[in-house]
């Protein structure tokens, strides 16, 4: 039985990136990443990580950074406090991690680009460790 949309699980999450990856997102949708901590897909994470993600232009290559809203969607996800390369093997259509080798913040990778919509993009100076939206 093919699964509805209405039957998955949908949360709204960021990306953080740099503002030639976000304009070759907007233009051909995400691409997954071929590894990570938690294996290949499409991560993305709360604000505040994308915000310094996005800012972190030494890190990403580009000259300037873009936060990006995402909605996520899927039906059958894993729950991991630490890096795991096996979840969709296992199969999970995605994984959210507590915190993983690289980063103390909790991430989610989506096993599918066509799991991520983009709803709204920031642009984000290099340097910048907040963004606009997430200034109280």
């Not at 509805?4 to 709204?12: G, P």
């Not at 936060?67 to 996520?72: A, T």
């Not at 999970?92 to 507590?98: F, L, M, N, T």
Request: charged residues 30%; contains cysteine.
């Amino acid at each position: 039985r093919k699964r509805q949309r209405e039957d998955a699980n949908e949360l709204v999450f960021f990306h953080g990136t740099s503002t030639d990856k976000a304009r070759n997102i907007l233009l051909h949708g995400f691409r997954s990443s071929p590894s990570g901590c938690l294996g290949p897909g499409v991560y993305v994470a709360r604000d505040d990580k994308a915000c310094r993600f996005a800012g972190n232009c030494k890190r990403h290559g580009g000259a300037a950074g873009a936060r990006l809203k995402v909605r996520v969607n899927f039906y059958h996800p894993k729950y991991v406090p630490y890096d795991d390369q096996g979840w969709q093997a296992q199969g999970y259509d995605a994984c959210r991690a507590v915190r993983t080798s690289w980063s103390d913040k909790m991430e989610w990778c989506l096993k599918r680009a066509d799991q991520v919509e983009v709803v709204d993009v920031e642009l984000v100076q290099c340097g910048a460790e907040t963004c606009t939206a997430c200034e109280p």
